[in-house]
């Protein structure tokens, strides 16, 4: 019983507050290094793909984007989930906070890979399996925030949401399969648990170097929206108070 009321002080608002506003400016500084290094090796240190030329180079934007897309969503719907079940104030103000950032991956995602089709397949768009389930995707989340935002209880908002999120959850494999079940113009992976990479070591270092960055990205912006949220909701907690008296205070 001890050992699980320290876990739960932990998931306190005014404790995550604390913390995240100490880890927010590291994580920055992590993810301008990683952006930088991966940008750096994938345009110009990276050899030419020997197919595709030099319009490959976007998969070190596209493809970290992606994955991504996909993984903030379960993340996403687990949060929102935990809130729903256990009643959990911050769990589903983390879920509402990294819907937009999910939103913009799987949006860049699509962005990046229309850039890539034009020259690879000769158009911009194909109601292919993936690029269709990815558009899902990013619609999936953008229903999440219209409908948590759409209704004024916020405990029911949230309960709508996790509702929602968690009925998409199966739109998830549906994409990170759908080049194995059907027979579509995207590429298969290139980058697989059970089999070796299908690219030089120069591209598969820079692409998860880029990997890195977007997820230290995604912490730092999911970090400052949910501090946001939890002064919004918190508003009448003695400790808010405080943090307003002094809003030079980083934590």
């Not at 993810?31 to 030419?48: E, I, K, Q, S």
């Not at 719907?77 to 729903?84: C, I, R």
């Not at 759908?178 to 980058?191: D, E, F, I, R």
């Not at 907690?237 to 030079?248: R, T």
Request: glycine share 6%; net charge positive; charged share 10%.
């Amino acid at each position: 019983m001890p050992r699980t009321l320290r876990l739960y002080t932990f998931a306190a608002p005014s404790r995550f507050y604390r913390l995240a506003g100490y880890a927010i400016p590291w994580l920055w500084v992590l993810t301008v290094v990683l952006a930088a290094t991966g940008l750096y090796m994938g345009f110009f240190v990276a050899p030419t793909d020997a197919t595709q030329g030099e319009a490959y180079r976007i998969i070190f934007i596209h493809v970290p984007a992606a994955w991504m897309g996909m993984l903030l969503y379960l993340v996403m719907a687990f949060w929102a989930v935990v809130g729903w079940a256990f009643n959990a104030r911050l769990a589903s103000m983390v879920a509402r906070a990294i819907a937009p950032t999910g939103a913009m991956f799987s949006f860049l995602a699509l962005w990046t890979g229309a850039f890539w089709g034009r020259p690879t397949w000769g158009t911009y768009w194909v109601w292919d399996a993936r690029l269709t389930s990815t558009l899902i995707l990013l619609f999936l989340y953008l229903g999440y925030m219209a409908l948590v935002n759409a209704i004024d209880d916020r405990r029911r908002a949230d309960n709508a949401g996790a509702l929602l999120a968690l009925v998409g959850v199966v739109n998830v494999p549906i994409i990170y399969f759908s080049v194995v079940w059907w027979n579509t113009l995207h590429q298969g992976a290139t980058v697989s648990l059970t089999a070796a990479p299908k690219m030089a070591s120069t591209m598969l270092t820079a692409m998860l170097i880029m990997t890195f960055a977007c997820w230290a990205y995604a912490f730092a912006v999911v970090f400052m929206r949910t501090r946001a949220l939890v002064l919004e909701r918190e508003h009448q907690a003695d400790w808010v108070g405080e943090v307003v008296a002094s809003p030079g205070a980083r934590a």
